[in-house]
């Protein structure tokens, strides 16, 4: 019958302690980053129609549906289609329920708002070929905060530019949840 000393089952016991949590991480649905969980495996092709909107607002649905296009396409290996097409694997549907410009700040010397913060709630479904939902999100929020010019001569308008930085961020999120589950 072997001994063993305090120290060295305690060394056991914290070896069997780090085992048993790393075989518990393992098997937590971790995975290697860029494999789709939201996607079936044989999707190929991925429609993305121009995004809907509710809204009374001027080109952002153009600009989130140009950059939801272009970073799946830069991060999967789908090809992606602008358009709601028959033969397409998967379809992104997306619908802008609500788009909201808040001033944040106010100038006292010129009495007029400084900076502004764009709201956007988006809702977003993936369909498969026979309509069942892949992902779903109803509630998507994203803020963008943006500078405005105080002096009329020099006046440029920072909206569309902060817009597309949102749709870009959004963009990024939205792939990064469907295709790795983030």
């Not at 495996?41 to 549906?65: G, K, N």
């Not at 329920?97 to 956007?120: D, G, H, K």
């Amino acid at each position: 019958m072997r001994r063993y000393n305090g120290a060295s089952m305690m060394r056991r016991i914290f070896g069997f302690v780090i085992a048993a949590s790393l075989g518990a991480v393992s098997g937590c649905g971790y995975h290697t980053l860029g494999a789709p969980t939201h996607l079936p495996p044989d999707a190929r092709t991925l429609s993305v129609p121009m995004f809907a909107t509710h809204t009374e607002t001027y080109h952002t649905e153009a600009a989130l549906t140009d950059a939801v296009i272009r970073e799946f396409a830069a991060r999967s290996r789908m090809r992606v289609a602008p358009a709601a097409g028959g033969d397409s694997d998967v379809v992104l549907h997306g619908t802008i329920l609500n788009e909201t410009v808040a001033p944040l700040t106010y100038n006292t010397t010129t009495q007029q708002s400084s900076s502004f913060l764009i709201t956007l709630v988006v809702s977003v479904t993936l369909k498969d070929r026979e309509g069942k939902v892949l992902y779903e999100n109803k509630n998507y929020i994203f803020r963008e905060q943006y500078q405005s010019t105080s002096d009329l001569p020099t006046f440029l308008d920072e909206r569309p530019a902060a817009i597309d930085r949102l749709s870009r961020d959004f963009a990024r999120a939205l792939v990064a949840e469907v295709l790795e589950g983030m």
